[in-house]
């Protein structure tokens, strides 16, 4: 299928790893020109020279987007890399693990500037062009943890929900203008971070780490109906699509790609 995303140029922030690096890949692949973002310029910079090298367009942007100094500078440089940005991945966020009892008030504000103010500092400077253009996409990353929190994470879920709740809130202040809004939402998707928690669960346990292992319990524990942890490319082609001409008459969605770890029916 013809995404028609051929010459549309986006900005993935967190792109330098897991589900964000397999993001701008994508994109890539689709004939997108990619700003590939992360905090730190040798990741950015082998993504950037991968994706070249397999024929792709793209260019890094450095900065921490819970600044607003730096979240400027990484936009200026998104804006002059190819003229423009049509589509915005809001995947960049911080995912800590605490109890709730043993956090702080500063420590969720400062997720939360992190994970969703971060998508504000992004929209009210990448946003207004779209809607000049008549065209444009917005995407937040969310999380099954948004709409089902578990205590260790409670802050980290609390932000993924408000993250689904900006993009129905601006799909609707952008009606009728061709930008829409929407949210990919991931289960469990095995990533770095995902394989680290396994292999210190597993090592922990006086078990050798062995990830087909993990994931046979971990889908056991959870029922998960999909029967097995998903990839960064499952994401990735949601996004693909929610980020394509395609997708013209959907906005303000939150999608599910989570293997059915969600028990409801929406």
Avoid: C
């Amino acid at each position: 299928m013809d995404l028609r995303l051929n010459g549309k140029r986006a900005l993935v922030t967190g792109s330098t790893s897991g589900i964000g690096e397999q993001i701008a890949r994508t994109l890539a692949a689709e004939g997108v020109q990619v700003v590939v973002h992360g905090r730190r310029k040798a990741e950015a910079d082998r993504v950037v020279q991968e994706i070249m090298a397999a024929g792709g367009t793209a260019l890094a942007a450095i900065g921490d987007l819970a600044s607003d100094e730096e979240t400027a500078e990484v936009v200026k440089v998104s804006l002059s890399a190819f003229g423009g940005i049509d589509i915005l991945i809001n995947n960049a966020g911080a995912f800590p693990m605490k109890p709730w009892l043993l956090s702080t008030a500063s420590e969720w504000l400062d997720l939360y500037n992190a994970n969703v103010g971060s998508v504000v500092r992004l929209v009210t400077q990448l946003v207004p062009p779209m809607v000049e253009r008549k065209w444009g996409r917005v995407v937040m990353l969310g999380s099954f943890l948004g709409p089902m929190p578990g205590p260790p994470v409670a802050n980290y879920g609390t932000t993924k929900a408000a993250n689904i709740a900006q993009a129905v809130s601006l799909a609707k202040e952008l009606g009728g203008t061709g930008v829409t809004a929407n949210t990919v939402s991931p289960g469990p998707i095995r990533t770095p971070g995902m394989e680290a928690g396994a292999r210190d669960m597993m090592t922990s346990q006086g078990q050798e780490y062995n990830f087909d292992l993990f994931e046979q319990f971990y889908v056991q524990q959870t029922r998960l109906p999909a029967g097995r942890i998903g990839s960064p490319m499952d994401i990735a082609n949601m996004v693909a699509f929610v980020s394509s001409p395609l997708a013209d008459f959907v906005t303000g969605a939150n999608f599910r790609v989570d293997g059915g770890m969600m028990p409801t029916t929406n």
